[in-house]
């Protein structure tokens, strides 16, 4: 028998992200808690779907006259304008002016990846700057598209919090026309955001030295709970005037994770030019994967179009981001209330899903051991995955991480 | 230090913004294309970072429906399309697939979480027995990895980026004519494309011998794009003998297979029929690809279902190119959509949904046949010059009528029917009532136009 073509491939390394669930299911502690997952849990510890997504979805499918045709390479248009208008606010300029163009995508990777392919094709800066530390997909993504990738400064061990003189220094130093990976709000792995008036030297900064914004925005709503405070960094940006690109995710703020929905816009100086933008994302889209799904962006047009449904969603949305806040609350109060030693106020002055504990690895290797608390190994734990009835535990594991190992 | 743009020919972004800001100074008309200009002060950082891209070409399929659609006449006929159509000229979902749909939905336990990376586990053990078959040795070996992609543009895609980066052959030779959008998918992923002989204009059938003579001078180890069944566009099918050839040179050539299967069931009306070429090289134990589409075999064209099957050598082979294959995906799209494949997998699991589908299956491809025999009867009733045979020995929802552009032109203008320019016509878009209307078309542009 001859060899295969294929004998000499290695097995790739595990998703570290993936292996804590991976590890958290090995284990048989009726008191194991999962704070890797990157997905929204309701206190009882459950996925959930939205119910305006539910109602939507229904809607949808009992519709006999609705068919599978292929879409638009670029999508469901509905889908498009609306999230144009969500991201950018219902009276942005640059949609007035048809200077935006919103195709459909995979959800935030595949709006980052086909952004990034774009560029790499047509951009005359082939370097993405992301921020340090950042998701873990983000520079594989780019690279892939074609990009190289280089790190500015963002994330300061010593406050837990933004280390905004390096993150300037970093961007000063940066080659005119280098493209800029800047998260909307909620910063993964982080919860680290700038102020907005950090945001607003950093625009300057950005526009001075014509550095190209490109926004992730996974986490618009999910953050502080109001979709506009979420997006007000994107849109100071697109009030100047300037251009820029951002990807959004309905992963988390619709919670239709699996259905993978989002959308790339790209602002241009004009019309003209954003409609010969279009055609070439296109040609990046089409000897991808074709053309869009149609399930997913359709419950999204059907929410974001109807004005009761739409409200319903704000709604459901704000609950899934106040009960996080709350359980950054309960964490703090509770390390506080065991004099745990040390500054936890990060935990109530980050945002979004993640907390950066400030935890090191060997402590995080002894939460896991004696206490059966599952995290990646950066100290980044999921606000998602606690509950009232789990945090206690949550706050012992910290305390004895804290004071027995170093 | 300007750097050349690779992409195209047009000047560099830095030459364009100083040209056009030399413009402005020196006060001639302004440019209407660069309405920036207009409104903003002089300033080079005025000018979009995008104003040298070129307008992309509309793509040439597609531009077909556009036309279509500005045409007013009652008569009018689109034969671009590549989705099926029912006798009323309508677009069809399958009773089954509604049926599994509903179920889906309406099951409150459900939740929209993310699949893994290479997707729902239930659907990609399921696509690899209905294209290998159920009793694969390769499969019951472990040697078969699976995962879902976007359809089959996506499978391709996948498929092709992962042996870009892991297999020592770069080159992957396709039929000639083949899909459009083939040669940019293999592009992108980073493989060099070459062409073999497929199509012979002058029997409107296989061009076999050039076939083998440009697969046997291709380098070993090429890779090789074969269309499963119902080549597209020609319709052109090698016959069971002529595939048993192909296979022998191919192996002792180590040239490797790369399979798009896209018709499974929609070609012939039989799902193991249509899959023959595939498992015959599955059976002699060789490793291959597959890229499987849901889109037309059970209608889910715009829920963009498929799968990427590798047979491997050997389950550990196998285990360690899945790994691999999630490094290619993770950076793409992460994971793929749950919808499409979630319905696909209710269907081939249950027995009698499954049944249900067959019957479904068989009768678009079924009709699809009896629209290639009315319009061979009519054309032959006309006496229309030529021998228009081969539109029933195509097989699948295209045939390659043989008309030229000129002949194609003239069919649009004078009767408002609508193909691609290298006379491809989708049968699907047929029905009994219009049959006539086309051969009426086809009569007219033979005898009158060269």
């Not at chain 1, 907390?355 to 002894?366: E, H, I, P, R």
Request: charged residues 20%.
């Amino acid at each position: 028998m001859s060899d295969s073509v294929f004998a000499s491939i290695v097995q790739a390394p595990e998703d570290p992200i993936l292996g804590v669930t991976v590890a958290y299911n090995k284990d048989q502690s009726p008191v194991k808690l999962n704070l890797g997952v990157g997905a929204y849990r309701t206190e009882e510890g459950k996925p959930l779907v939205l119910n305006v997504v539910r109602k939507a979805e229904q809607m949808l499918v009992n519709d006999e006259s609705r068919v599978k045709e292929y879409l638009p390479i670029t999508g469901v248009a509905d889908f498009n304008k609306l999230s144009a208008k969500l991201i950018f606010g219902a009276d942005s300029p640059a949609i007035q002016e048809n200077r935006v163009t919103t195709v459909q995508c995979l959800s935030g990777t595949g709006s980052l990846r086909v952004g990034g392919e774009f560029l790499a094709k047509h951009y005359h800066e082939k370097t993405i700057y992301i921020p340090l530390p950042t998701w873990g997909n983000h520079p594989k993504v780019f690279t892939l598209a074609g990009l190289s990738v280089k790190t500015y400064r963002y994330y300061d061990p010593n406050t837990r919090g933004l280390d905004f003189s390096g993150l300037l220094e970093d961007l000063q130093n940066a080659p005119s026309g280098a493209i800029v990976l800047l998260h909307a709000c909620a910063h993964n792995p982080t919860g680290v955001d700038p102020t907005s008036d950090q945001w607003e030297q950093i625009r300057q900064l950005i526009r001075s030295k014509s550095l190209l914004p490109f926004f992730d925005s996974a986490y618009q709503g999910f953050a502080s709970g109001s979709l506009d405070a979420d997006a007000a960094p994107v849109r100071m940006f697109v009030a100047d005037g300037g251009e820029c690109l951002a990807a959004q995710s309905y992963a988390k703020n619709m919670g239709l994770y699996g259905e993978r929905v989002g959308a790339l816009s790209i602002v241009c100086k004009g019309a003209d030019v954003a409609s010969k933008v279009e055609s070439q994302l296109k040609l990046v889209i089409r000897p991808m994967y074709s053309n869009p799904p149609i399930h997913g962006a359709s419950i999204v047009a059907a929410i974001l179009k109807d004005g009761h449904m739409y409200t319903e969603w704000t709604v459901e949305l704000k609950a899934m981001a106040d009960r996080i806040i709350s359980m950054r609350h309960q964490l703090f109060e509770a390390l506080q209330a065991k004099g745990t030693p040390g500054d936890w106020s990060h935990i109530i002055k980050q945002i979004g899903m993640f907390t950066f504990t400030g935890l090191n690895s060997d402590q995080v290797a002894f939460m896991t051991k004696e206490f059966h608390i599952y995290m990646t190994s950066d100290g980044r734990i999921s606000m998602a995955g606690l509950s009232s009835r789990t945090i206690p535990h949550l706050a012992n594991a910290i305390h004895a991480a804290v004071t027995k190992a170093a | 230090m300007h750097r050349g743009n690779d992409s195209h020919s047009s000047p560099s972004p830095a030459d364009r913004r100083l040209s056009a800001l030399v413009r402005h100074l020196q006060g001639s008309p302004l440019d209407a294309a660069d309405p920036c200009l207009a409104a903003a002060p002089t300033s080079a950082a005025q000018i979009s970072v995008f104003d040298h891209v070129v307008r992309a070409p509309e793509d040439p399929i597609l531009g077909v429906t556009v036309a279509y659609n500005k045409d007013p006449s009652p008569n009018k006929l689109n034969l671009g399309v590549g989705a099926y159509r029912t006798e009323e000229g309508k677009p069809l979902v399958l009773n089954v697939v509604r049926k599994a749909e509903q179920m889906l939905v309406n099951d409150r336990s459900r939740v929209k979480e993310y699949l893994p990376i290479v997707g729902l586990a239930d659907f990609n053990k399921l696509s690899a027995k209905l294209i290998l078959g159920t009793d694969s040795p390769a499969i019951q070996d472990n040697r078969v990895t699976t995962v879902q992609c976007l359809s089959g543009t996506g499978s391709l895609r996948v498929g092709a980026e992962f042996l870009a980066r892991h297999y020592h052959q770069h080159t992957i030779y396709i039929p000639q004519p083949t899909w459009g959008n083939h040669v940019k998918i293999f592009g992108l992923a980073g493989l060099a494309v070459k062409t073999y002989h497929y199509y012979d204009p002058a029997t409107r059938g296989l061009n076999f011998k050039g076939l083998l003579e440009d697969l046997g001078s291709a380098p070993s180890g090429a890779i090789v794009l074969l269309h499963a069944c119902a080549h597209n566009p020609t319709g052109v099918d090698p016959t069971a003998q002529e595939w048993e050839q192909i296979r022998k040179l191919m192996r002792s050539k180590a040239l490797l297979p790369f399979f798009d299967s896209a018709y499974q069931g929609f070609a012939s009306g039989n799902l193991d029929a249509d899959a023959q070429s595939i498992r015959m090289f599955v059976r002699d134990g060789g490793e291959c690809l597959v890229a499987q589409s849901y889109a037309k075999n059970m209608g889910l064209y715009g829920e963009r279902v498929g799968a990427l099957s590798m047979v491997c050598r050997s389950a550990d082979v196998a285990s360690r190119v899945e790994s691999q294959l999630k490094l290619v995906i993770r950076p793409m799209y992460s994971s793929p959509p749950i919808h499409g494949a979630s319905i696909v997998a209710t269907i081939l699991k249950d027995r009698a949904m499954f049944q249900e589908w067959e019957v479904e299956l068989k009768a678009m491809a079924d009709r699809i046949i009896s629209m290639r025999k009315q319009l061979f009867d009519a054309l032959r009733s006309r006496g229309t010059p030529g021998d228009w045979s081969h539109i029933i020995k195509q097989i699948g929802m295209f045939t390659f009528t043989g008309l030229n552009s000129a002949q194609v032109a003239f069919m649009t203008k004078e009767y408002h029917i609508y193909l691609t320019s290298d006379g491809r016509i989708s049968m699907a878009g047929l029905s009994s009532r219009t049959v006539p209307h086309l051969a009426d078309a086809i009569h007219a542009a033979v005898t009158k136009v060269a």
